[in-house]
C-alpha cells in the first residue's frame, strides 16, 4: 500500500473516532440549545413582550453560561492529557478541585444576575421589556449551581472519551423542560400564570435534575469506579486549581470575546424596540442551535488532541486536527444550506406575528452566511485548547470580535441606520476574523514542535506562549 493511501486511511479512523466520540454530545449540544428554542417558541405564544423579554434576560443568562463553560474547559483537555500519559489515578483529585471552583465560580454569578435586573435601565433596555426580563432572571439565577457542578461532571466524563451521559441528560433535560415551561409560564395545573419568570424556573427546576442525575451515574457506573470520585473528602487547594485557572482563564475570556459578541448585539438590538428583538431572538436561537454541532465537534477534537499530545504523538495529533476539519466543514454546509433555504418556514415556526417574522427571516440569511466561518474558529480554537495554546488565542478573538465585529456592527446598524441587519453583519465579520486568525495560529503551532506532546506533559499548568 502506498504512503499516500495508508495516510488516507489512518485520516479515514480519525475521522470515524472524532465522529463517534461527538456523535452523543451533538445529540447533547442540539438538547441543550433547544432550550432556548423551547423557551422562545413558548414565549412567542404567549406574547410578543414576553418573546422580547426572554431575548434579553437569555442574553445576561448567557453570561453564566459562558463564564462557566469557558473556566471549567480547562477539564478535558487536562483530564485527557492525564489519560494519555497514563495518570488516570491522578484525576480523581482533579475532579474533586474542579468541584471547589465551579462553586466558587457558582456563588460569583449568582451575585450578577441579582445586580444586572437593576441595570437593565442603564442598558437601555425598553421600558415595556424589563419587568419580565427580570422575572425570567431571578427564576433562571437558582440554576447557577446546578449548571457549574453539571459541567463539572460533564467534562470529567468526556476528557475520558464517555460522551453518552451528555446526550442522555440532554435529551430528557429537554423532554422535562418543554411541559415544565409551559405550566408554569400559562399557569396550570393550580399554578399562576407566570410569564417569563416561569420558563426561569422551569429551566432551573431541569438544571437541579440533570446535575443530580450526573452525580448518580458517576457515582454508580463501572466505567468510574476505580476513581472513586465521591469517596474520599479533599479540601481546596490551590496548586491543582491554580493549574485549571491558569488554563481555564484564557480560555473563558475567549469564549467570552465571541458569547459576548452576541450578548452586546441583543442587548443593542434590545434598544431598537420589540419586534428587532423578537426578530433577533428567533435568529441567535437557531444560530445557537446550529452552533451546538460545531461545539460537540470541537469538543471531540480537542479530547482527541489532548490525547495525542499526552501520549506523545505528532502524527496523530494532526490527523485529530485535521479529521475535526473535516466533519466541521461538512455539518456546516448541510447547516447553511437549511437555513438559507428555510428562512421563512423556520421563523413561522416561533411567531404569527408579521412584522417580527419578515424580519426574523431576514436575520437567519445572515446566519446561514456565517456557519462555515464559525465552524472553523471552534475547531481552531478547541485544537489549540487541545494543545494547551490558549493565550494568544484569547487576544486573536478578542482582536476579531471586539477589534472588528462590534465596530463594524454598531457603525451600520446604528450610525448608518441598517438596524438589526447592521448588527447581524458585524457578526458575520468577527467570526470570520476569528476563523482566519485562529487558523493560521494553529498552522503556526503545528509547523513546529507542539508543547505537552511527550509522555509526562503535566495536566493543566501550561497555557502557551
Known sequence: MSDARIRFALLAREVRRTFTLALPLIFGHVATGMIGFVDSVLAGHHHANTLAAVAVG???????????????????????????????????????????????????????????????????????????????????????????????????????????????????????????????MFGMLGFPEMGAAGLGYATSTMLWCQALAFAAHLSTSRRFADLALFRHWEWPRWEPIRGLLALGIPIGVTVAMEGGLFVATALLIGRMGEVPAAAHQIAINIASITFMGALALAEATTVRVGHAAGSGDPSGLRRAVLGGYVIVIGVQLVMASAIALGSDRIASIYTRDAAVLSMAATLLLFAAAFQVSDGIQVVSSASLRGLKDTRVPMLLAAFAYWGVGMPLGAGLGFGLGWGAPGMWVGLVAGLTFAALLLGLRLRHRLRRRPAGTHAGSAPAMSSGT
Open 58 to 184: 437569555t442574553a445576561i443568562w448567557s453570561v453564566v453560561v459562558i463564564v462557566l463553560v469557558g473556566v471549567l474547559l480547562a477539564v478535558p483537555p487536562s483530564v485527557s492529557h492525564l489519560a494519555g500519559a497514563g495518570r488516570r489515578a491522578e484525576v480523581a483529585t482533579l475532579f474533586r478541585q474542579t468541584l471547589w471552583l465551579a462553586a466558587a465560580l457558582a456563588l460569583l454569578l449568582i451575585g450578577f444576575l441579582q445586580a444586572s435586573t437593576g441595570l437593565l435601565d442603564a442598558m437601555g433596555i425598553a421600558e415595556e421589556i424589563r419587568p419580565a426580563a427580570s422575572g425570567f432572571i431571578h427564576g433562571v439565577r437558582w440554576g447557577v449551581p446546578a449548571l457549574a457542578f453539571y459541567l463539572s461532571m460533564r467534562y470529567l466524563s468526556e476528557g475520558l472519551h464517555w460522551t453518552v451521559p451528555t446526550m442522555v441528560l440532554g435529551l430528557s433535560g429537554l423532554a422535562l423542560l418543554a411541559p415544565l415551561g409551559y405550566v408554569l
